[in-house]
């Protein structure tokens, strides 16, 4: 099996890499993937695990060589004293480097650097084969990690051919594939190790007969759950429910066309991400969840506060497979809401938690920077003097705008869509007169106004009235009043720093300082 990760391992092997880490959940292609190389540079292979030692597994049977070295310590010890030209697969080693304050842990961490040197003067390789990445800083120089956590799509198409063969062999099915077709389903695949692919490309001509799309993204819906880091969202909302943010949606629309194959022929770029900033209730989440529906992608949620683990190294673990993940699922949006509660502590991160923070957020900002992988990021924020001014410089973002409070002519928008989708008229209300009466509302607090007048008049037993309505904007108190010198700062900033969401506003009175102006349902 030629692929480039295999070339890339063997070069290692033959540079005389001494400490290979190999991140990966699939022993069995790995493996494999060894065994190809050992058998070209006439090598022996050898597999440690705690359960069974020292096993020969370059035989037809593995071969018990020393059951006897179940600790990793006379594993290293065995390997120490071997004169044979052989690769060492040591299974799960990670699992007894994590705890630097065992006195064993220390005695392993010391072997394994004392032994760096004779390897390299040796025709010995040890490879560290481990579905998680944890290794202790006084390794980090020794140890050379190669990824080879997601097959390539070489090594999907083998996996199809794989089961398509065993289905023809079989005589159950008669399946007839396309380039096309094949195509559509090794990219719905990505993303899945080689063994889940084959499983649901079994499940899928168990269930249906064929080889359906549908069943293979359910998969990797359970695998993004798993993950307990994103979320997949299913049932996305239409930028239909948008009220206002005219300029917003036209930049999404144009946008939208540059993920095909006829934009990269044109030369332009895929785009990388969008930051809305704003007042709360102002519609920022509803933009990220309808931007996945006008573009037809996958949505998926970054949790910031689920990276952050208490055991030390799990937390940059996790940034790291979630930006994995959501690459192997690209093209698709990536939403971070309220992104400024998710950095919290940044500033203080080196006193606080060792730098845990800045270092995932680090890596996120990096990520953003040199990704390649069509996966558009939008970020919300309701507070900018809680963002690092890293963050926000060209070149993270494509643009950053500015959702306001809706202006009159949005306000009835708002009205009209929030009536419509409680299935009443819109035009049986006085929406001019509402608008007024809602200056300086927020379209979460104008959808509230709806919802709590539908209260009154279902415990009335009649119909919905102007009346209920008004009633409910004169109880309410918008965050208008109560943040008033929030949002003031927030327009301030805005005024030079980021585009309006809003044609009206931009249009006429630009970056009002009063209290009403443009925003969203």
């Not at 070339?7 to 033959?14: D, G």
Request: hydrophobic share 45%; charged share 30%.
């Amino acid at each position: 099996m030629t692929t480039t990760r295999a070339t890339e391992l063997e070069v290692l092997i033959r540079a005389k890499y001494p400490l290979i880490y190999v991140l990966s959940w699939e022993e069995r292609r790995v493996q494999a993937m060894l065994g190809d190389i050992a058998a070209r540079r006439k090598k022996r292979l050898f597999a440690w695990t705690v359960t069974d030692g020292i096993v020969a597994i370059d035989t037809v049977r593995p071969t018990p060589v020393d059951p006897n070295a179940t600790s990793p310590l006379n594993a290293l010890e065995y390997i120490g004293r071997s004169r044979d030209a052989a690769i060492f697969v040591l299974k799960d080693l990670h699992l007894f480097l994590q705890d630097a304050r065992m006195l064993d842990t220390i005695i392993l961490i010391r072997k394994l650097r004392d032994m760096v040197q004779p390897l390299k003067e040796s025709a010995k390789t040890v490879v560290l084969l481990s579905p998680v990445l944890r290794y202790p800083v006084e390794l980090e120089k020794d140890i050379t990690v190669l990824d080879c956590s997601l097959p390539t799509r070489d090594e999907l198409a083998d996996a199809l051919e794989r089961i398509l063969r065993s289905v023809r062999e079989r005589g159950d099915l008669r399946i007839e594939m396309d380039d096309v077709s094949r195509e559509r389903v090794l990219k719905a695949a990505q993303g899945l190790t080689a063994s889940e692919a084959e499983n649901v490309f079994a499940k899928s001509l168990v269930e249906t007969r064929r080889l359906d799309l549908d069943v293979i993204i359910a998969e990797k819906k359970q695998i993004i759950l798993k993950s307990q880091v994103l979320e997949y969202y299913d049932a996305v909302e239409d930028m239909a429910y948008v009220g206002g943010m005219a300029e917003l949606k036209a930049w999404l629309r144009k946008r939208g066309l540059a993920f095909s194959e006829r934009a990269r022929r044109f030369g332009l770029p895929e785009p990388r991400g969008l930051l809305l900033l704003g007042v709360q209730g102002g519609g920022k989440s509803l933009v990220a969840k309808s931007v996945a529906g006008l573009w037809k992608l996958p949505l998926l949620r970054l949790d910031m506060g689920k990276v952050f683990s208490e055991m030390v190294g799990s937390s940059e673990q996790n940034i790291r497979v979630a930006l994995r993940l959501a690459e192997s699922v690209a093209p698709c949006v990536l939403w971070l809401d309220e992104l400024e509660k998710g950095i919290a502590g940044l500033g203080s991160s080196n006193r606080s938690d060792a730098g845990t923070a800045a270092r995932v957020f680090g890596s996120f900002l990096i990520w953003m920077q040199e990704k390649t992988a069509p996966v558009f990021v939008i970020a919300t924020s309701n507070d900018i003097s809680s963002l690092p001014p890293e963050l926000l410089r060209k070149g993270r973002f494509d643009e950053i705008f500015f959702v306001d409070l809706p202006d009159g002519q949005e306000r009835q928008e708002i009205l009209s869509i929030h009536l419509a989708r409680r299935h009443r008229d819109p035009m049986r209300f006085d929406l001019e007169g509402l608008a007024q009466e809602t200056d300086g509302f927020s379209g979460a607090e104008i959808e509230q106004v709806i919802i709590s007048a539908l209260y009154d008049a279902f415990e009335a037993d009649r119909e919905l009235t102007d009346g209920d309505l008004r009633h409910n904007i004169r109880e309410t108190v918008p965050l208008s009043q109560t943040m008033k010198e929030h949002i003031t700062a927030l327009r301030n900033w805005a005024r030079t720093h980021a585009r309006s969401a809003s044609t009206s506003v931009s249009a006429t009175v630009p970056w009002m300082a009063s209290l009403s102006g443009g925003g969203r349902s």
